[in-house]
């Protein structure tokens, strides 16, 4: 899949603009808050209707406008769709090919982007919701089925946290509850171990070609069950927390407060890696979707926002060498250059593509 063409009204700094990508790597440039990501987050709102700077829709709108209009033709294979997302004060309207479309998830199945944003670097580092995000994203975006499963178990989260927070709690409701939710946990923590296997593959390869040398880089999934017999195992879990937990009001042990580590070398990245090795090895982890997807059709576009800043010429030429294996890529920087890409110059709220 990829994006030919876009079109954005009053979309972050544009009034107005109309542009035809490359199906492989397009660099938009230009200098410092000239309108380089907000190119970008167009293109990643495409696929989740969201983006990953704001929740706050309304930012996206150009100031001083009612609305904002992001307009999409999208090509796989020899299928061609428009998609088209209208933004107001009042909320979203998307339509497919001038239908109107309801469930976000039909466009994710159009649109698949991999994203690597400058809040990405410490991804080791952070607290564990933001790996957990990324999981829960990618997997999703994989499979229906974990899609629904997580959905399932954060509904039952909620009713848990909900029933513990009565003045009286009703303890036969909160175990009919508890039992649900580990019916539901089993299969989601197959998902991500698995997953997570398969990344490991990939991953150490990406990780070693742009560290320049082969290292050993791991990813350590930290279960929150870890015995095989996982039902009884989860209910004890459980029941060891619950005095706590009905103190509290909330649910201590669960998939939700899962989380993995990185090992570089056999040590973990987050206490012992270097900044830069921190960020190769975030950019290397938010390539891997690429990679993972075999069919061709379904291999997600690559949105790299900023991802050259403080690398090194030798790192940065390394880089480029990665982008260059992937399908269609859209990157932002102030000066790189990729040989045989196709360039967008940002400036004073308008974006042209280079000659
Ligand atoms: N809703 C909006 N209406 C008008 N202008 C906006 C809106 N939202 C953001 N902007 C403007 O967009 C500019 C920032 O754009 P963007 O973040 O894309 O810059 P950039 O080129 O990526 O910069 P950098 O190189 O620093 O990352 C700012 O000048 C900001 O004021
Ligand atoms: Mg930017």
Redesign the pocket.
């Known amino acids: 899949m990829i994006v030919t063409h876009l079109e954005l009204r009053n979309f ?2 544009y009034p107005s603009i109309d542009l035809d990508f490359d199906e492989k790597a397009n660099i938009v440039t ?1 200098k ?7 190119i970008v987050e167009a293109i990643y709102f495409l696929s989740l209707c969201k983006s990953w700077r704001t929740n706050e829709t309304r ?5 001083g406008s009612s609305f904002a209009l992001i307009r999409a033709d999208v090509r796989e294979g020899e299928l061609h769709r428009r998609i088209e997302i209208q933004i107001t004060s009042q909320g979203k309207k998307i339509s497919l090919n001038g239908k109107p479309i309801r469930r976000l998830s039909e466009l994710s199945k159009i649109v698949n982007v991999a994203l690597f944003s400058p809040e990405d670097v410490n991804i080791f580092k952070d607290s564990p919701s933001s790996r957990r995000n990324f999981l829960d994203i990618s997997l999703s975006k994989q499979s229906p089925d974990y899609f629904s499963l997580i959905g399932k178990y954060n509904k039952l989260l909620q009713e848990r946290n909900a029933a513990m927070k009565n003045i009286n709690p009703d303890r036969t409701y909160l175990e009919v509850l508890t039992d649900q939710m580990i019916d539901v946990s089993e299969p989601i923590a197959h998902y991500r171990s698995v997953y997570l296997e398969g990344l490991n593959k990939i991953l150490s390869k990406l990780a070693s070609a742009l560290y320049g040398q082969s290292r050993t880089v791991l990813l350590v999934y930290k279960p929150f069950i870890r015995s095989a017999e996982f039902k009884p195992a989860a209910k004890k879990a459980y029941e060891r927390s619950l005095e706590s937990d009905l103190f509290h009001k909330t649910t201590s042990v669960g998939v939700h407060r899962e989380d993995f580590s990185l090992m570089l070398d056999g040590k973990d990245i987050s206490l012992y890696g270097s900044q830069g090795e921190n960020r190769l090895a975030a950019i290397a982890l938010k390539l891997t979707p690429f990679f993972l997807i075999e069919d061709g059709g379904r291999k997600p576009i690559t949105v790299l926002d ?1 991802v050259y800043s403080e690398l090194d010429a030798i790192h940065a030429e390394r880089l480029t060498n990665l982008i260059k294996s992937l399908g269609q890529v859209f990157v ?1 920087s ?1 000066e790189v250059s990729i040989e045989g890409g196709t360039y967008i110059d ?1 400036s004073q709220n308008i974006a042209t593509r280079r000659k």
């Open positions: 972050r700094n230009g410092n808050g000239s309108g380089k990501t907000n930012a996206l709108i150009r100031q900023d932002t102030a940002v």
